[in-house]
DNA sequence: ATTATCATGTAAATGGTTACATGATTGG
DNA sequence: CCAATCATGTAACCATTTACATGATAAT
């Protein structure tokens, strides 16, 4: 019996499923989709490929372009199928969140209040710097109208712009006691 | 040259220079504060304490109660002159976030619009539960007045209650269409 | 008595990233 | 010609969790 089938497999399996995808293409895909809530790196995508592939939910074809070698692959009928039941079955982990900034805001009056503010603004910088990058993919995933990848990326949008304005205000009232203070 | 620190160990040393505390102590505080964007787990909590022992940068004491064992830590100057210089020097390490249920939003055309909707449910109440689990910490955090920790705090609050607005309006969006459609 | 909690610790497993090797093709 | 990109793959490494071992004390 194969190892049982990880979410990873089921990423994977689903990039597969909307159009026939090379590992190179899927983690590009990925990068610029699921990246922000779910990444995937290359040493996770070529061995899965080959375990779905062994269980026949997907399917590979050769597609070499001139000498450059390259592999295509596309879910099977079995392998939409497994999706449509993972798709189906309870989530079982929560989100997990890890974030260095959180953790530096969490004691930040061990430090200077300078520093604590240098923070919060790179903090606000980074969630509205990561708003725009996704907003860029914006255009290219509306094209072909709503869908779920649109509707995950416009989540990512708001929830980094949530972000953003939250820290944001906690910036202006530490200015502000600053100022009163100093 | 010992290596150097992590931000786990910047987790921890943090914790011991707001009060004295075992490694268990720790871990329950971390569970009730960080968990949340930070999860630290025994497996890193003895063996760090350790290391930072080693380098000075905090120190223990017996404190057994009977012949129930206990070694309390606590930061030493070093250590908090370390903890200083980490809160001033720059973020290197993005917010990683990893979620099993957008990943299902993601992919979720691919199933029933049934499950769809399960799924979209099950979110809004993930985050609302969350919302309200940390709601419960928060009058013993503000029991001290305002503090890094309880912005923190508020911080997480306002986060899952964002999240489990925003899919709920999903929802009422998805409920909507499937209403018009059957 | 028994269960829950306090308390420390580690070995093994898991999950994931990084760095590298290899080589073709395209664009400047 | 050189850099960027396309393309596949893996070994080593790193971080973290899980599961377990051990044993005391407190609460029911």
């Known amino acids: 019996m194969a190892a049982a089938l990880s979410n990873n497999s089921y990423a994977i399996l689903g990039m597969v499923a909307l159009r026939p995808m090379s590992g190179y293409d899927i983690k590009a895909f990925a990068d610029e989709t699921v990246r922000h809530f779910w990444a995937i ?7 899965e ?26 879910a099977t009928t079995r392998g939409r199928e497994a999706l449509e039941a993972w798709l189906s079955e309870p989530v079982e982990s929560p989100m997990e969140v890890r974030d260095e900034m959180l953790l530096r805001v969490f004691f930040s009056d061990h430090g200077d209040p300078k520093d604590r503010e240098r923070l919060l603004r790179a903090t606000v910088k980074r969630h509205q710097d990561a708003a725009a990058r996704l907003g860029d993919h914006r255009p290219k995933a509306a094209s072909h109208g709503p869908s779920c990848r649109l509707e995950v990326l416009d989540f990512g949008i708001a929830f980094h712009r949530f972000c953003a304005d939250w820290f944001s205000k906690q910036l202006r009232t530490s200015e502000e006691a600053g100022n009163h203070a100093g």
Chains 1, 2 share one sequence.
């Open 41 to 47: 790196s290359y040493g996770q995508i070529y061995p």
């Open 49 to 74: 490929l080959k375990q779905l592939e062994e269980l026949e939910l997907v399917s590979s074809e050769e597609a070499a372009v001139g000498g450059r070698q390259r592999t295509v692959y596309q």
